[in-house]
Nanobody
Framework: QVQLVESGGGLVQAGDSLRLSCAGFGGYVNTYTMGWFRQTPGKEREFVGGITWNGGRTSVADAVKGRFTVSKDNTKSEVYLQMNSLKPEDTAVYYC???????????????????WGQGTQVTVSS
């Protein structure tokens, strides 16, 4: 089975940086697309960024372009979300997810990902 565990969330001030990590277990995270999503109460889960199995392609949402970066280390079965210049509107629960669907582009819809971590809270004060 696939198990994903996020870490690195916390309370920071606007303009600060934070790096989230997603550790994968089960032997699959190194061979499938990984994504980062975020969600606030009453809203749909929102795509933040993703990365292909070999790290050859990354994608981030327009809302975080230029500030957030997705990377991974297959030797450690870990995926990262580097968040710079954080804004109060970035406040959310952040999730990592795995998609085992075959696609030419990184999926951006939550229902295109099959496995999810439990989430980590990021709060940015103004």
């Amino acid at each position: 089975q696939v198990q994903l565990v996020e870490s690195g969330g916390g309370l920071v001030q606007a303009g600060d940086s934070l790096r989230l990590s997603c550790a994968g277990f089960g032997g699959y995270v190194n061979t499938y697309t990984m994504g980062w999503f975020r969600q606030t109460p009453g809203k749909e889960r929102e795509f933040v960024g993703g990365i292909t199995w070999n790290g050859g392609r990354t994608s981030v949402a327009d809302a975080v372009k230029g500030r957030f970066t997705v990377s991974k280390d297959n030797t450690k079965s870990e995926v990262y979300l580097q968040m710079n210049s954080l804004k109060p509107e970035d406040t959310a629960v952040y999730y990592c997810a795995l998609s085992w669907r075959l696609a030419v582009t990184i999926p951006i819809m939550a229902n295109e990902y099959e496995y999810w971590g439990q989430g980590t809270q990021v709060t940015v004060s103004s």
